[in-house]
């Protein structure tokens, strides 16, 4: 297809560095549509007759059915897809097969197909979001007044509702889905027609083929549109950081079930054995969704890094965009559907968590809070009156409710009957009934709304 000005053949060697079919062959229906709408485009513009136009759309037709049907059989000598289809379809119509290349380059061929993929996968991955979202919405509504150990630093530091906590992810996932969703529009623009980087001299359609492949209007520069790969870093991005998101629930169901927390009973669907320790129930699952977010962030980095140095117009380093996007929608599609199984199907061991609470002297702060309201003590000194109550209820082993009221006047004669209530754990969630806050009845409202949005859709 090139080898005019060519005495020789490229060596093997040249062949197996330069085939990208070996992946990018999942392009295929993205380059049979472009070609679709590409040769509806010619025939309409009356660049090529009416004839060869209407037997190419015909061929293509004919090729996409075979492909759906036994997949695309590889011959390296045809580098890629968008030759691997041309040369089908010259065998399939002949000729007339040659006009489909008019008015137009591989450059802006590929980056139109591969546009057309990476929003294919922004809606795929935003589906997989929203039911994640959807199981993390049902659990915190039935455990809106599960109290758990709220953390910071990894320490006990005031109960929390586990609903409220679940809706923490759900919110870190709509920010991802809105990440995705503008990726998704920015790169809503058709190269096809910048040719191989300086338009055409063919009197073609660009606002046709954008509309006939779905785009909201054609790329506005050609130099640009056959160079960029903004739209893969976009969506790498949005990935990258979703991954992280998923990877921080992997490790707080990792941690949580650990038997020294013994939080969760993590599903058989989601957990293996050990071949040496009967005992085991491992949490391999969430394990890897940790350790896919590390491969899907060096996914990231490659194309980043690819792109960094190359002048304009397309450089031949652009083929290696496609192998890092695809690796990161498979692993991102399957750490989400992991995560997904593991939220639903997750026995939460509340009563665990509650003990826990309530070991960890989380009510401390509603202790000051209580001497800072009732009884009109500064903030700072009544940190420390309470720090002291807490050391004695430490030294005793005993949890701060635990304390006499003579113990706790010894420390403080300002401390009354009325504190106990206080310092209950069920008290303290209840309290924190702010906007956003923690108390079962703020996770109610917040989850009734994440419902609303979602089903808002
Ligand atoms: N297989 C190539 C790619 O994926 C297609 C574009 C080739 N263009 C060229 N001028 N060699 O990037």
């Not at 889905?177 to 058709?190: E, L, T």
């Not at 790969?229 to 992280?244: E, M, P, S």
């Not at 949580?256 to 989601?270: E, H, I, N, R, T």
């Not at 293996?272 to 085991?280: A, D, E, R, V, Y």
Request: charged share 20%; aromatic share 6%; with cysteine.
């Amino acid at each position: 297809m090139w080898g005019g000005r060519f005495a020789a053949g490229p060596s093997d060697v040249m062949r197996a560095i330069n085939a990208s079919i070996p992946f990018d062959k999942a392009l295929w229906r993205q380059d049979i549509d472009g070609s679709l709408a590409h040769v509806a485009m010619l025939g309409a513009q009356g660049i090529i007759p009416a004839a060869d136009a209407e037997a190419i759309t015909q061929g293509l037709k004919q090729i996409a059915a075979e492909y759906a049907a036994n997949g695309v059989a590889e011959d390296w000598a045809l580098e890629d897809i968008h030759m691997h289809v041309e040369a089908r379809l010259s065998e399939l119509i002949g000729p007339a097969a040659g006009r489909l290349h008019t008015a137009r380059s591989r450059n802006d061929q590929v980056a139109t197909d591969f546009r057309l993929w990476v929003r294919d996968a922004c809606d795929a991955v935003d589906a997989a979001l929203k039911a994640l979202q959807t199981a993390l919405v049902d659990r915190a509504e039935q455990n809106a007044d599960a109290i758990m150990p709220g953390f910071t630093h990894l320490q006990i530091a005031q109960p929390v509702t586990l609903g409220h906590h679940l809706l923490a992810y759900y919110e870190m996932f709509a920010r991802d889905r809105d990440r995705f969703a503008s990726a998704r529009k920015r790169m809503n623009q058709c190269p096809l027609g910048s040719a191989a980087l300086a338009g055409t001299g063919f009197p073609i359609d660009r606002d046709a083929t954008a509309a006939a492949l779905g785009f909201e209007r054609p790329t506005a520069n050609s130099l640009d549109a056959v160079s960029d790969r903004d739209f893969a870093l976009d969506y790498l991005n949005a990935a990258a950081q979703c991954a992280l998101h998923l990877s921080r629930l992997a490790e707080e169901f990792i941690i949580w079930a650990s038997q020294p927390y013994g939080f969760v009973k993590l599903p058989d669907s989601f957990s293996t054995g050990s071949s040496i320790m009967p005992q085991k129930r491992n949490p391999d699952a969430a394990e890897l969704v940790r350790g896919h977010a590390g491969r899907i962030i060096g996914c990231q980095t490659a194309l980043m890094i690819t792109m960094k140095g190359l002048p304009l117009a397309y450089s031949k380093d652009m083929q290696d965009d496609k192998p890092p996007v695809f690796e990161c929608e498979g692993l991102l599609m399957l750490s989400l559907a992991a995560m997904t199984g593991m939220v639903a199907e997750t026995g939460f061991d509340t009563s665990a968590m509650r003990k826990a609470t309530e070991r960890g002297f989380a009510t401390a702060t509603d202790l000051a809070d209580w001497l800072v309201r009732q009884a009109g003590i500064p903030f700072r000194e009544a940190h420390h009156i309470t720090g002291a109550v807490v050391k004695l209820a430490e030294g005793r082993g005993v949890a701060l409710d635990a304390l006499t009221l003579d113990e706790l006047q010894a420390i403080d004669p300002r401390i009354s009957q009325a504190v106990y209530p206080a310092l209950s754990v069920d008290a303290s969630v209840a309290s924190r009934n702010s906007y956003g806050g923690t108390a079962p009845d703020q996770v109610r409202h917040q989850a009734a709304r994440a419902r609303a949005a979602l089903a808002g859709e």
